[in-house]
């Protein structure tokens, strides 16, 4: 598990959990701190059902990025977190095989 920090912009941090193995799946998160949308890579390796989710520290789905069949490759969704309050929140990609989850805090400072 890998944790990192971060800027996104003068006011905004993203702290971020990286989890990755030998799964047929992989998510990460990818900032770039000229604009405001945070990227969600995430790899399929085998075709079928994948889903994509944000959920609040209690489990309960926030948004679904993505829910749809997926066939073998790399895909990227948009997170606007402007949409969000700060807190932590749960990413949560789930396919036939595997389920994924990475944490992500939004903290903005005052």
């Given amino acids: 598990m890998e944790i990192n920090s971060q800027p996104i912009s003068k006011t905004f941090f993203l702290k971020m959990d ?3 193995d030998t799964f047929d799946a992989k998510l990460r998160f990818f900032v770039d701190s000229t604009s ?5 890579h995430y790899t ?3 075709p079928g059902q994948a889903s994509l ?3 609040d520290k209690n ?3 926030i948004i679904t990025l993505a829910d749809s069949y997926h ?3 790399e895909y990227n969704a948009k997170l606007d977190e402007q949409k969000f309050s700060n807190g932590t929140y749960i990413c949560k990609l789930q396919t ?5 989850f990475c944490k992500l805090i939004i ?4």
């Fill in 59 to 61: 489990g309960r789905e």
């Fill in 107 to 110: 903290s903005r400072k005052k």
């Fill in 36 to 40: 405001k949308p945070i990227n969600i």
């Fill in 18 to 20: 990286k989890i990755e």
């Fill in 53 to 55: 989710k944000i959920l």
């Fill in 71 to 73: 066939p073998p490759g």
């Fill in 44 to 46: 399929i390796e085998k």
């Fill in 96 to 100: 036939l095989d595997v389920t994924l």
